[in-house]
């Protein structure tokens, strides 16, 4: 079974610029969920979506966005990019069943964005 | 919200000797506990997890126990090897209605000396 893709995994933009990553998940996995990894704030979490629909949220500006299409893959966006948004941007894939269990999270590689 | 702490952010250990990592959580709704592994380049790599009903569990060289009353979790690796050389990153899991997210510790660098 194929893992986790995201595409590109480097990009340099400059600031005031927009940006667009892709994160194809595991075949079957309904549940994407994005996190911003740094050196100074380590893996935090930026958004969960589940069948095309945000399901849950971090506490990060609405500079960032994602959204998720029919065949599970998702995007997410930053807007007027800041340097402080210099980062690893991971996504991570999930059979995504509600309820109190755990489903586990399975990372892809990550996009390394830099902003000049 | 929750909060997870980790401790130490750096770990070197010799070949062969043993490596604990220790994290403590906030909420005790926090039902699952997983550890992930992350080597230079690559994305976290689940290598064990525990859920709030079991107090230990072990797979091969690695170990996670979890103690509910004091809201801690430890990562134990006996007869330590290079290649377990990496970033190791604790994490808790809110379930639906405390959040239904992984908050995840600030990470421990280990480093496996011959």
């Known amino acids: 079974k194929a893992g986790v893709t995201q595409t590109p995994r480097y990009l340099i933009k400059t600031r005031g610029q927009q940006v667009t990553l892709s994160c194809s998940p595991i075949?079957?996995?309904?549940?994407v969920s994005w996190y911003q990894q740094t050196p100074g704030q380590g893996l935090q979490f930026l958004f969960e979506y589940f069948s095309e629909t945000q399901r849950n949220k971090g506490n990060f500006p609405g500079r960032f966005s994602g959204r998720q299409f029919s065949n599970s893959r998702s995007e997410m966006n930053v807007s007027t990019l800041e340097l402080g948004d210099s980062a690893l941007y991971l996504c991570?894939?999930?059979?995504?069943?509600?309820?109190?269990?755990?489903?586990?999270?399975?990372f892809g590689p990550g996009t390394r964005l830099t902003v000049l | 919200g929750e909060n997870v702490e980790q401790h130490p952010s750096t770990l070197s250990v010799q070949e062969g000797d043993s490596a604990v990592i220790k994290c403590t959580y906030s909420?005790?709704?926090?039902?699952?506990f997983p550890w992930y592994k992350q080597e230079l380049g690559k994305g976290p790599q689940l290598i064990i997890d525990?859920?709030?009903?079991?107090g230990e569990k072990k797979d091969q060289r690695i170990a996670v126990t979890l103690n509910k009353t004091a809201k801690h979790f430890s990562l134990h690796i006996t007869e330590t090897q290079p290649e377990d050389s990496a970033v190791y990153f604790c994490?808790?899991?809110?379930?639906?209605?405390?959040?239904?997210?992984?908050?995840f510790g600030t990470g421990t660098q280990l480093k496996v000396e011959l």
């Open positions: 525990i859920r709030s009903n079991v």
């Open positions: 994490a808790a899991y809110q379930p639906p209605g405390g959040g239904n997210k992984l908050t």
């Open positions: 909420d005790s709704a926090s039902n699952y």
């Open positions: 075949s079957g996995h309904r549940s």
């Open positions: 991570a894939s999930s059979l995504g069943l509600a309820g109190s269990s755990y489903n586990e999270q399975f």
